[in-house]
Structure formats: C-alpha cells, structure tokens
C-alpha cells in the first residue's frame, strides 16, 4: 500500500502472516522511505577519514572462513580483533553478484550475515544493513544520443534503480531470519561511480555524539563499528580512483525499518546511549534555546515595547492636540490669534481662573 510523495508503507507479507500467527508473534508494519539527495557528492576518502576517526573498528569478512577462523592470522590475534556491540554491514552491490534483489538477499546478503554472527555473539549484538548500488550505464557506441535523450535515459535508469532498492527491501523484510537478525536497511543509490550514498549514511551515522565524546577523558570512538565485504568495498568502483566529489549526480536513499527500530539515525542514536552508559555520562537532552511564546503575546509584547520608547512624546502629543480641540471649541483659539505664545497664554489664563474660583469657593465655605 502506498502513499502519494516519496514515502511508502507496506504491511506485513502474507507469506509470513500465517507463520507468525501460527506462533503467536507479535506483528508489526514495515515502513519504507527514499529520500532524495543533492546533486553532488561528497569525496570518498574525506569520509572514510571520518570513519576511520570515529569508527570502532573497520573489519572485512573476507579475512575470515566460514568457521570463524581466521586465514592468516594466529589464534591470539583472532581473540583480540573483537565486534562492536553495534555493527553497520556494508555491502557494495557489484553486477557480477547477483542479478536480482532476491539473488542478492539470499546469497550474499544472508551468507554474510551468517558469517557475521558466527563471528560475533549474536545476542548481544545489533546488526544494520547498508547495501550501496549503482546505476548500470547502457551505452551504445553505434547509436549516438543527443543531450536530452541522454538525460531522459539518465533519469529512466535511475528510476529503475530506484525501484530496484524498492525490491531489495521488500526481498529482505520477506526473509524471516534476515527480518529477526538485522534492525533495519538502507540502500545507497547513485549514477556515479564517485559517489556514495551510503557510505556516507554510515559516517553520518558515525558521527553523531562525537561532540560528547571528546569531551572528558573518555574514549573518543563511536560504539558503531563498521563491516565490509572486502576492503575495496570501501574504495567502490571507480577504476582511476578519482578523489574529487561528482557534480549533476542523482542520488537517494532507500530507508527500510521494521519492528519500531526506527531508520539508522534511530540505531547510531541507540549506539550513542549505550556509550554514554558504559562511559557513566549523563545524555543531555538538546532543548532549543529559543523559548516559544504565543502569537498573540508576541504581538502583545511588541507593543508594548513600541509604546514604553513612545511613551512620553505620545502622551505630550495627546494632550497638546487636546488643549487645542478644547481652546478651539470654547473659541479662545481664533485665526486672528495667531503664534504659539498666544495659546500657552490662553491655557495659563484657564488654569489661574480654575484656582481663583476654587480659593473662592473655599472661603464661602
């Protein structure tokens, strides 16, 4: 069932209602966003440096068997490489992978998290699946396209792709054990082989608390550590390795969440509060400094801010117009008298026959 906008929400498969409601399993909603990207990116090894400065630890499955074991290295050096309790699997999404989402999700994507947890204590450990892919480029040498076929070819592959992230989630959150074994799915997807959604969902994601963390004496790395396939994940699939960011670039993310465990900024928000638990530091939260006030009070403080710089001039203003009105009215004021001293005049002369009649009034009495 979808929205109208960028937003989708799909209930849960019926290929797994009947199971759950067989076993008694509470149900939940999937929810799946795409959020669109600017049109650039940002540089590659800037937020690999970030992630190597914030990260936990940079691990890669493929430095380990099946059994856990590792290929080269000894056992002391297995003991110490250790797991965060908080992991984001990065998956680099290659053509010769696997051809449709639900190859990927049952092959790759399910060995890898099987390999994982053998590696790791999978009760105490919190997995998040980031899977970057790319825009497959269809070129044809012998049919030349002008500038807006291109960019209408651009924007159709993209969409499909789009779509594509689309399927992913829907292959994952129909897998029961992937659906149990990870708290959420995010798909980086992009026309350039120099940009990285993705990759960069998993700095962000990695960043946030450092401000706290360098606080104190306390360790300065995030509880979040990051997992990859194979260290040229990490690199993507640029052959020259170019370090410039890429400009007119269409790039989103596909956001899945499921079971109330929110998107990845939910999950490095729960990575920060474990770290600030294990370091005995109190989470803040942040209260906007602005205080809110009512419409009608601002209005009303408004004015009467106006009126204490306006106070006396207005008031003089008032009772001059005033005293002219009733001199003007009572005829003391005419067009034949003319000048200001003529007019203080007259108001003296009523203020002194006001006192004379009062002084009177007092001696009858």
Same mark, same amino acid.
């Given at each position: 069932?979808?929205?109208?906008?960028?937003?989708?929400?799909?209930?849960?498969?019926?290929?797994?209602?009947?199971?759950?409601?067989?076993?008694?399993?509470?149900?939940?909603?999937?929810?799946?966003?795409?959020?669109?990207?600017?049109?650039?990116?940002?540089?590659?090894? %800037?937020?690999?440096?970030?992630?190597?400065?914030?990260?936990?630890?940079?691990? %890669?499955?493929?430095?380990?068997?099946?059994?856990?074991?590792?290929?080269?290295?000894?056992?002391?050096?297995?003991?110490?490489?250790?797991?965060?309790?908080?992991?984001?699997?990065?998956?680099?999404?290659?053509?010769?992978?696997?051809?449709?989402?639900?190859?990927?999700?049952?092959?790759?994507?399910?060995?890898?998290?099987?390999?994982?947890?053998?590696?790791?204590?999978?009760?105490?450990?919190?997995? %998040?699946?980031?899977?970057?892919?790319?825009?497959?480029?269809?070129?044809?040498?012998?049919?030349?396209?002008?500038?807006?076929?291109?960019?209408?070819?651009?924007?159709?592959?993209? @969409?499909?792709?789009?779509?594509?992230?689309?399927?992913?989630?829907? $292959?994952?959150?129909?897998?029961?054990?992937?659906?149990?074994?990870?708290?959420?799915?995010?798909?980086?997807? $992009?026309?350039?082989?120099?940009?990285?959604?993705?990759?960069?969902?998993?700095?962000?994601?990695?960043?946030?608390?450092?401000?706290?963390?360098?606080?104190?004496?306390?360790?300065?790395?995030?509880?979040?550590?990051?997992?990859?396939?194979?260290?040229?994940?990490?690199?993507?699939?640029?052959?020259?390795?170019?370090?410039?960011?890429?400009?007119?670039?269409?790039?989103?993310?596909?956001?899945?969440?499921?079971?109330?465990?929110?998107?990845?900024?939910?999950?490095?928000?729960?990575?920060?509060?474990?770290?600030?638990?294990?370091?005995?530091?109190?989470?803040?939260?942040?209260?906007? @400094?602005?205080?809110?006030?009512?419409?009608?009070?601002?209005?009303?403080?408004?004015?009467?801010?106006?009126?204490?710089?306006?106070?006396?001039?207005?008031?003089?203003?008032?009772?001059?117009?005033?005293?002219?009105?009733?001199?003007?009215?009572?005829?003391?004021?005419?067009?034949?008298?003319?000048?200001?001293?003529?007019?203080?005049?007259?108001?003296?002369?009523?203020?002194?026959?006001?006192?004379?009649?009062?002084?009177?009034?007092?001696?009858?009495?």
């Amino acid at each position: 069932m979808r929205r109208s906008g960028s937003s989708s929400c799909m209930l849960k498969p019926k290929a797994v209602l009947s199971t759950q409601e067989e076993q008694g399993e509470k149900l939940s909603v999937t929810m799946v966003n795409n959020k669109q990207l600017p049109s650039y990116s940002t540089e590659r090894f %800037y937020m690999l440096s970030e992630i190597e400065q914030n990260a936990f630890s940079i691990s %890669y499955l493929c430095d380990h068997d099946c059994d856990g074991t590792a290929e080269t290295a000894s056992e002391s050096d297995i003991d110490d490489c250790h797991f965060p309790s908080y992991i984001l699997l990065y998956i680099l999404w290659r053509p010769e992978m696997a051809a449709s989402p639900r190859a990927l999700t049952e092959g790759v994507i399910q060995k890898s998290v099987n390999q994982l947890k053998s590696l790791t204590d999978s009760k105490n450990k919190n997995i %998040y699946l980031v899977v970057e892919t790319l825009v497959r480029q269809v070129s044809r040498p012998d049919c030349p396209l002008s500038i807006s076929e291109k960019q209408k070819q651009k924007t159709f592959l993209y @969409k499909h792709q789009v779509d594509v992230a689309d399927q992913l989630a829907r $292959c994952v959150t129909q897998n029961k054990t992937l659906r149990f074994d990870l708290q959420g799915l995010t798909v980086g997807i $992009c026309d350039h082989v120099r940009a990285a959604p993705g990759l960069e969902a998993c700095m962000d994601a990695m960043i946030l608390g450092s401000r706290e963390r360098r606080k104190g004496n306390c360790d300065i790395k995030s509880s979040i550590g990051i997992v990859a396939l194979h260290p040229d994940d990490l690199l993507g699939l640029d052959p020259i390795q170019e370090t410039d960011a890429a400009q007119d670039v269409l790039q989103s993310l596909t956001c899945c969440e499921w079971n109330g465990n929110g998107d990845l900024l939910t999950f490095a928000k729960r990575a920060h509060l474990c770290w600030c638990t294990s370091n005995k530091i109190e989470l803040k939260e942040e209260r906007s @400094k602005r205080k809110i006030v009512p419409l009608r009070r601002r209005q009303r403080n408004a004015i009467d801010q106006d009126f204490t710089v306006w106070d006396p001039i207005a008031i003089f203003l008032i009772l001059f117009i005033a005293a002219w009105f009733y001199l003007h009215m009572r005829g003391l004021v005419t067009s034949s008298e003319d000048g200001l001293g003529v007019f203080f005049h007259r108001i003296e002369s009523i203020f002194t026959t006001d006192k004379e009649a009062a002084a009177e009034k007092g001696d009858q009495l």
